[in-house]
């Protein structure tokens, strides 16, 4: 019965969501893709890739529009040679730059490149490196095929006012860095990034199906504790619109690894926007995706929010300390490798690569004891 029952949800479900078709004005063709520099998914199982590269995000009709049930155990080993298996290559040229999982058939999706894996370092990610320009998808858990982007149904709008082409800042070219992270929430569709503007750090929003006239930009400004300054020039490196004390709000979290606050209602066309950074998490560490789960708590539902990272294993981060807490860090940290404000709690996984997959299980891009990369789960229950 209860089988039935989730059965009947899921089609009623489907049914609601696909009653509008998002994708009644898109076109017929091939998109101009140039590199996939993040991904996210949209409902009705459309897939929006961000490309930093031609400073667009392209919203893709998957057709992959079947609900499924999540695998009981996803694991697959040795992933890079799988990849280069049906790429036709080398394991060494093989990088995943995203992933994310389709909430409805729950099959996992990678951006991947031929690129050089070697030369990856703490300030180095893939898109430093090479440009993703090939989709994958896991089917049911273990197969591994790659999803055609000829004559398929897309939209996509432009992100205005992005920095040149081969400018360089610190990391590198700025370029990279133009879409840094991208999410979908309410009808709307943010990007986070750099732009050519005098505050450089941006974030934008757009509503979705996309209508590129009303596409808006607000630049950012965070107090950074371990520098001891205000910033501009740093871009979000992940983010996830969340709701707190009933409120919308951006959590946002930067290199080194600053986590702030920022009300949606100042996001604005052309305001300037200074975020709250309510924690320092440690430096020499670049966050690389952040999602919420929830677990009991003596019995009680309690969220969490979850946060993979470059440097440092997974944190766990209280949304109820989120939605209480007072502070609001805007001096140099003592230790300035130290951690300051919201406390976190540390998963013993080093994970590249975060995706909720169900209630009870988080998909994870992980890098194992041997070298080798895994596709796999981890249960919520030990996070």
């Known amino acids: 019965m209860r089988k039935i029952t989730l059965w009947m949800f899921l089609l009623t479900l489907s049914y609601v969501s696909f009653a509008n078709d998002l994708t009644k004005d898109f076109i017929t063709g091939t998109p101009a893709i140039k590199s996939m520099s993040q ?9 929006l890739i961000g490309d930093t590269k031609a400073s667009t995000v392209f919203a893709i009709a998957t057709n992959d529009k079947t609900p499924g049930a999540a695998p009981k155990r996803l694991q697959i080993n040795n992933i890079e040679d799988k990849l280069a298996a049906l790429l036709g290559t080398k394991k060494e040229e093989v990088m995943i730059h995203d992933m994310v999982v389709n ?24 898109g430093d490196l090479a440009d993703a320009t090939l989709l994958i ?10 999803v055609s982007l000829q004559n398929v149904q897309y939209s996509q709008v432009a992100v205005p006012n992005p920095t040149p082409l081969k400018t360089k800042y610190w990391r590198g070219d700025a370029r990279v860095d133009v879409i840094t992270d991208i999410a979908y929430a309410n009808g709307t569709v943010y990007i986070a990034g750099l732009s050519n503007e005098e505050f450089i750090s941006t974030f934008r929003k757009v509503p979705f199906p996309f209508k590129s006239n009303q596409l808006s930009a607000s630049t950012l400004e965070i107090y950074h504790g371990a520098h001891g300054k205000y910033e501009t020039k740093a871009p979000i490196r992940a983010f996830m619109p969340y709701t707190l004390n009933n409120k919308p709000y951006i959590l946002a979290s930067y290199t080194c690894t600053p ?12 305001q300037h926007v200074k975020g709250r950074t309510v924690a320092e998490l440690g430096m020499r560490n670049m966050p690389l995706d952040m999602i919420v789960i929830k677990q009991k708590v003596k ?4 969220e969490y929010i979850l946060m993979a990272n470059s440097t440092r294993n997974l944190m766990k981060i209280s949304v109820d300390a989120l939605a209480k807490t007072q502070y609001n860090i805007t001096t140099r940290l003592k230790d300035r490798g130290g951690s300051e404000g919201i406390k976190y709690t540390s998963a013993p996984f080093l994970v590249q690569h975060l995706a909720k997959l169900n209630e009870k299980q988080v998909a994870v891009l992980m890098r194992m004891a041997d070298g080798s990369l895994g596709l796999r789960t981890l249960p919520v229950r030990i996070l």
């Open 39 to 47: 991904l996210a998914f949209a409902p009705q199982g459309i897939l």
């Open 103 to 126: 909430p409805i058939s729950k099959n996992v999706y990678l951006a991947v490149s031929r690129g050089q894996r070697r030369g990856i370092t703490a300030w180095k990610l893939p």
């Open 299 to 302: 019995q009680k539902e309690k």
């Open 259 to 270: 986590l702030v606050t920022i009300p949606e209602e100042k996001l604005k066309n052309g």
């Open 137 to 146: 998808r896991v089917k049911n858990g273990k197969d591994l095929e790659e």
